[in-house]
């Protein structure tokens, strides 16, 4: 029996008889009278905050242990944040009293979390090939550049990544290998490939895969926000000048006649004008004001890529 059964038994029993004596206790969880005064006095410890008693329960302890993992998956895993941070962040939780959380011990889980996630990942992959029903796979391959050059080839509609592998090199021989291996483990093939213009990739896809190689549109989108941007910076500037010339027509009509027809058409004029101002700043913002765009953005299939409406004149 775990540590964390002994003390829920212990728990239970004195949510059932508020005050008992070690001894008691002690015959009613079957634990010896040593295991049971080293463990209340482990959970008065731990009883440090009003909300202390979940982590004492069986459903308190389960919730603990998602939220550990669903932070060191999406924070740790995914976006790449320190332990010491995550163990910040656990402390002001009021959590350092439930579990280990120091960066150290939250290293381990993370490894562990790993070791899992490649196990579950191989069960799965096993069990889809067990079936012997071969799929298509509509993948996007890409390199990226951290420590070492990674090659990465995504199943597009499911965001599945293939294959993640490091590499000396990209050519379509070293490309062949890696993905040819994966293929074969999933028992899949390829229906078309997305990538930028390599000559190895298109390679890759017409003479590896045997099927058509598609071009994506990140760069064809980064022209378009080029393009747009000088356009729009200059149409903005001059709405924010007429905007400041009505607001001082405004003003000059409140000191003459405040209540006029003259007013009345300059108070209009400062509110169409201001409204040309929010209306070129969001189209502004729908291209990212210039922005480089990422690949994330960019869709890849020949779906709709989200163009900014036409300009208007």
Request: hydrophobic share 35%; net charge positive; glycine share 8%.
């Amino acid at each position: 029996m775990g540590f964390w059964d002994k003390s829920l038994q212990i728990f239970n029993c004195l949510c059932d008889h508020t005050t008992q004596s070690v001894r008691h206790i002690a015959q009613q969880t079957g634990l010896s009278k040593s295991s049971v005064h080293r463990l209340t006095q482990a959970m008065e410890r731990r009883n440090s905050h009003p909300e202390s008693w979940l982590g004492e329960t069986a459903e308190g302890r389960q919730g603990l242990t998602r939220l550990v993992v669903a932070t060191l998956y999406t924070f740790g895993l995914k976006r790449g944040v320190g332990m010491e941070t995550i163990h910040e962040f656990f402390a002001r939780l009021h959590l350092a009293t439930q579990g280990g959380c120091s960066p150290s011990a939250l290293r381990h889980v993370r490894q562990k979390l790993e070791a899992a996630i490649l196990e579950t990942a191989a069960t799965w992959e096993q069990e889809g090939g067990a079936t012997g029903e071969g799929r298509e796979i509509i993948g996007a391959v890409d390199e990226t550049f951290l420590e070492r050059m990674v090659l990465v080839f995504l199943d597009l509609p499911p965001g599945y990544v293939v294959l993640e592998a490091a590499a000396d090199d990209r050519s379509y021989a070293t490309w062949y290998a890696l993905v040819e291996k994966r293929l074969d483990t999933l028992g899949a093939q390829g229906r078309y490939l997305v990538s930028d213009r390599a000559k190895a990739l298109i390679q890759r896809a017409e003479q590896g895969l045997e099927c058509r190689s598609m071009p994506d549109f990140f760069h064809l989108v980064h022209d378009i926000v080029k393009s747009y941007t000088l356009a729009i910076g200059r149409r903005l500037k001059q709405a924010h000048q007429e905007w400041h010339k009505a607001e001082a027509g405004l003003q000059k009509h409140h000191t003459v006649d405040p209540r006029g027809a003259a007013d009345r058409e300059a108070t209009h004029q400062v509110e169409a004008k201001q409204a040309a101002v929010t209306r070129w700043k969001r189209y502004s913002a729908s291209i990212g004001s210039g922005s480089k765009p990422s690949r994330s953005c960019c869709i890849l299939l020949g779906a709709t890529i989200p163009l900014p409406s036409p300009l208007p004149r």
